[in-house]
């Protein structure tokens, strides 16, 4: 049982709070909560990590894409509960199927969630969902829960806590991308969706029939599930929810005729890249290459490797070492040895000994460092700064100090290892990529893979992404979603 000391102060606390608060009213119920962040700083928070974002995930360079996007996105916004908003919608180029919303009114889709949709409507449903995140202020409500209980936003390295006071990772950006929204949240982010897409004319029965297809892929494959369902908690109703929710809608307009849009959506997704891009990077032959910055780097023998737009990081399972690949952020011509002294006058960070070198022909430096992380660790590290076309890498290799000698050589090997890619066959590599293909009468999905002849993509994954049977007889001209296979 609480002390009456706790209890009194805690209740003089949360009445500060309720009156510091008075005025702060949920756009959407129009109840009174208790919140700590204004709309002004709530605008703040998205301003800051929008870029931030971009910087992690990568814009999908497309502007038709990203136009049609933002339209349709508008257009629902505009019939929301907070149409004063500026509202920003980017597709990022992010091999995962997943869509987010930022406080604020930026709102994501990756390329990958858009392959997995079929009309109009469906983007319609899940943007309507992203934007009643936003609306209902739940990230804020998270948020201010957080800094409530003294917890804050426990904001980490995107990374890892090793890395965290070393680079300017996207850590306000993706620290809001772990909030996670409780079933309550998810639920009202559903209703709003289908109240807002309905209002846009889109037929609101397409919301669960999406939601149906993650279900349908969790069902049927080993792998585990899409980070949109991961990241978006899952009632056991939620479908059965969704498509009560829109037959009400449709009932009480029995004569309006509703907006699906299946031609119009698929011309518009027909081209983009599915699936990771090679062109950024890979592992082959014990190399990691990547072909656009036209470099390569030797990891070491079974380690994982993660990488994303702005860097690559390997490891191996023991957590206990890590090695991370990254530009630079310097002005040009800055010289690899003026980096790395820069680089020593960070807090918590000293240069031990290094000098300048040549590394497969490139200038370069090579040190050691002793370094503290956040939590008052000890560290030592191997920096590799090195200059390839134009540009100056950063790779730092960090382990607790007690295991520097045990991981030493494995760090000299690896960083030396990074030199210019030759390999015209890896150089020239091309992503798979969605295009649409017209079926003939009586041709089945299942022939039309067989034409593809694309070996990284099965008919049945093919049969998930146009939820349409594989040996079913096509109407002819029906408009069906392959994978064109890329030069690998």
């Known amino acids: 049982m609480l002390n009456k000391k706790w209890s009194y102060s805690s209740f003089l606390f949360l009445l500060f709070l309720f009156v510091l608060t008075d005025c702060a009213r949920n756009p959407v119920t129009g109840k009174r909560q208790i919140v700590l962040i204004s709309e002004r700083q ?23 894409l990203q136009n049609y996007l933002d339209k349709v996105g508008q257009k629902l916004a505009a019939l929301s509960h907070r149409p004063q908003l500026e509202w920003y919608f980017t597709v990022v180029d992010v091999p995962v199927v997943n869509a987010f919303a930022l406080p604020g009114g930026y709102i994501y889709f990756t390329r990958e969630i858009l392959a997995y949709m079929n009309n109009e409507a469906e983007l319609a449903s899940v943007l309507g969902h992203e934007i009643g995140h936003v609306t209902a202020r739940h990230a804020v409500s998270q948020i201010s829960k957080s800094q409530l209980f003294g917890a804050g936003l426990g904001l980490g390295s995107v990374f890892s806590p090793t890395f965290a006071q070393l680079s300017d990772a996207a850590q306000l950006g993706v620290g809001l991308l772990s909030l996670r929204y409780g079933r309550d949240d998810e639920r009202q982010s559903d209703e709003l969706g289908i109240q807002y897409m309905s209002a846009a004319g889109y037929d609101p029965r397409e919301m669960s029939k999406f939601f149906l297809v993650f279900q349908q892929m969790r069902e049927q494959s080993d792998q585990s599930v899409p980070s949109w369902l991961s990241s978006h908690p899952e009632p056991p109703d939620r479908i059965s929810a969704t498509r009560q929710g829109a037959q009400a809608i449709v009932r009480t307009q029995p004569d309006r005729s509703w907006t699906i849009g299946r031609e119009t959506f698929l011309r518009q997704i027909s081209g983009i890249v599915y699936g990771k891009n090679p062109r950024e990077g890979f592992e082959s032959e014990g190399w990691f290459s990547q072909p656009d910055l036209r470099f390569r780097i030797r990891f070491p023998e079974g380690w994982r490797v993660q990488n994303s737009k702005r860097s690559v990081v390997s490891g191996p399972a023991s957590g206990d070492a890590a090695i991370q690949l990254t530009l630079a952020k310097a002005p040009r011509n800055t010289s690899p040895e003026e980096y790395a002294r820069g680089f020593a006058e960070q807090p918590g960070v000293q240069l031990l000994e290094g000098s300048s070198n040549r590394i497969n022909g490139n200038s370069a430096f090579l040190g050691v460092y002793r370094l503290q992380d956040s ?68 041709q089945t999905l299942r022939r039309i893979a067989e034409d593809v002849n694309n070996p990284r993509v099965s008919v049945e994954e093919l049969s998930r992404l146009n939820r349409i049977d594989a040996d079913q007889a096509l109407a002819a001209g029906t408009l069906v979603k392959v994978i064109e296979p890329g030069q690998r």
Do not use: C, W
């Not at 870029?51 to 814009?59: A, K, M, N, S």
């Not at 790779?395 to 000698?405: D, G, M, N, R, V």
């Not at 990074?418 to 079926?439: K, M, Y």
């Open 375 to 442: 939590q008052g660790n000890q560290l030592n590290g191997l920096g590799a700064f090195i200059v390839l076309d134009g540009r100056l890498y950063e790779i730092l290799a960090l382990t607790p100090s007690e295991k520097f000698q045990q991981y030493y050589r494995t760090f000299e090997n690896s960083l030396t290892s990074f030199s210019t890619l030759r390999d015209q066959r890896i150089l020239n590599v091309q992503p798979d990529r969605l295009e649409l293909r017209s079926a003939r009468a009586g």
């Open 42 to 64: 709530e605008i703040a928070y998205g301003e800051e990590a929008h870029p931030q974002v971009l910087e992690e995930f990568g814009r999908v360079e497309n502007s038709n």
